[in-house]
């Protein structure tokens, strides 16, 4: 049975409390944010990730999760692309783009590739509080600045990307992951206690759904998700 969202629940009274998942690798920003949805919702439990990975693990730990907060620059995130993984993984969870980027382009491409709103990290508590409180009751929270005048938010063959990366599983896009880092098969495997065959296995399901010949491949097209292409590091090709 699907849950029901935030906002019907607050409409028919189902239930009040609400689970916050909280993810950016700044412990005194997490804290900040953690202070200024308290001051609007005294019925919210908070659950903190640092990382990509224990961003997955809290989900899988806390499947009746009611909102993210998600930091546009976290470790192993590669700009959108955890943002479109978790559309086709989590497609009912509502997320928050945290960023210090706040301009509209940034703004709108994450509304594009699946945000239900942005908070910039210039915001005040007061701000930031408002946000969230206007997500959970289901209202409008359109960032005013979203719609100046730019460039489209994303190109045609970027949002592609992103519907191909949420058909990735989690262990799927952990592997992705390793390898936009620049991971060899084997330290794929040593760091997911997996063998090489499976590193093997998952990755030719990656380049598959993602439409990618090789690794490089798989690689460059992350480049039209990501905010810094100096992130990526494309490691040397590997017999599949």
Request: charged share 20%.
């Amino acid at each position: 049975m699907t849950r029901p969202s935030p906002a019907l629940r607050l409409q028919f009274g189902i239930r009040m409390n609400y689970e916050i998942l909280i993810v950016d690798d700044h412990p005194l920003f997490r804290a900040a944010l953690r202070g200024a949805v308290a001051a609007v919702c005294n019925t919210c439990a908070f659950i903190e990730a640092h990382s990509t990975e224990s961003l997955f693990e809290a989900l899988e730990q806390h499947p009746a999760t009611d909102l993210l907060l998600l930091d546009l620059n976290l470790p192993g995130a590669y700009g959108f692309c955890a943002l479109a993984h978790l559309r086709g993984s989590h497609p009912q969870l509502p997320v928050i783009v945290v960023s210090a980027m706040d301009d509209p382009r940034t703004v709108r491409q994450a509304l594009a590739f699946g945000a239900q709103g942005f908070i910039s990290k210039s915001s005040d508590a007061g701000t930031i509080g408002r946000t969230v409180d206007a997500l959970l009751r289901g209202d409008p929270i359109m960032p005013a600045h979203a719609a100046a005048p730019d460039r489209p938010p994303a190109d045609s063959e970027a949002l592609d990307l992103a519907q191909r990366l949420a058909q990735l599983t989690a262990q799927q896009f952990r592997v992705f992951s390793m390898l936009c880092s620049g991971r060899l098969n084997k330290q794929i495997a040593h760091e997911l206690a997996i063998t090489e065959a499976t590193v093997k296995a998952h990755m030719t399901a990656i380049l598959r759904k993602l439409g990618a010949a090789n690794r490089t491949q798989a690689v460059l097209a992350a480049g039209r998700l990501v905010t810094d292409p100096l992130e990526l590091r494309s490691p040397p090709e590997e017999v599949e």
